[in-house]
């Protein structure tokens, strides 16, 4: 039997075609350490660029001494601070906030230039800071549950601001304490309340003993009506052109109410 006998230009060929195969495997082999150490390097800098984002928001939330997360209106409010100066303008002379961390509220509104400020705490403080016992011992900050009747007499503060207070009461409560909020100030009464959808953290539902009841704006002006205080429409005006102005989007509902009487 005779033997066939291969082509030797088929050989060279499929011996030639090998070659780029075994050259780009031994190219991937040399390549691949490189690659590890450039995906490191890559992770390296995007942890280092996530925690200085990070640090650059730390100042925000300790404003705050418990909870200054997203949700929170009373940060909402040390926010909104200067627009309300602008809105209200010498209604904002003697001013009552009402709810938690009310002494990170009230020592920004005595830095602002001829502004008196008073707070009431609804709940006890636990771990204040000295600034905020100092407040406490002049009589500055209160600690009251608004469910009762405030210890001020009527038209004691040109303006009341409340936060993060009133979504924690029922509708109940809410007709004692609404009416009385309004009974205290002479020229209005600014609401902080929370977005339906939005949660608490769990530190707030300890604290609280009960989750947040976060009622819709329809809702709130539904109750307004029900309960005979009315919206500030001049005001309302105002303050939506200034937050156009600024390119502000807050982040809780915002109500402005005239005075009860």
Not at 25 to 44: E, F, N
């Amino acid at each position: 039997m005779s033997r066939r006998q291969v082509n030797p230009i088929a050989r060279r060929f499929a011996d030639s075609s090998s070659l780029p195969v075994s050259s780009s495997l031994h190219q991937k082999s040399r390549s691949s350490p490189l690659l590890s150490v450039g995906l490191i390097l890559v992770g390296a800098f995007l942890l280092i660029g996530y925690s200085y984002s990070n640090s650059g928001s730390n100042s925000d939330r300790e404003a705050l001494s418990r909870d200054g997360g997203d949700t929170s209106c009373t940060s909402e409010v040390l926010r909104a601070i200067p627009l309300l100066r602008k809105v209200y303008g010498e209604s904002m002379r003697k001013v009552l906030h009402v709810g938690p961390d009310t002494c990170a509220v009230v020592s920004n509104l005595l830095k602002e230039e001829d502004i008196e400020a008073w707070g009431v705490e609804p709940y006890d403080l636990e771990d204040s800071n000295d600034n905020c016992k100092n407040l406490v011992r002049k009589g500055i900050v209160r600690v009251a549950d608004i469910k009762f009747n405030l210890p001020y007499k009527e038209k004691s503060f040109s303006l009341v601001i409340v936060s993060d207070a009133l979504d924690y009461l029922s509708p109940k409560y809410l007709n004692k304490t609404l009416p009385e909020l309004a009974r205290v100030s002479e020229d209005g009464l600014v609401l902080f309340a929370g977005y339906p959808g939005q949660r608490a953290k769990g530190a707030e539902l300890s604290k609280f003993g009960r989750p947040a009841k976060l009622r819709s704006q329809s809702w709130w002006i539904r109750y307004f009506v029900q309960t005979g205080l009315q919206e500030n429409d001049s005001v309302n005006k105002k303050f939506e052109q200034a937050l156009i102005k600024k390119s502000y989007k807050p982040s809780c509902q915002i109500f402005h109410l005239n005075p009860a009487h």
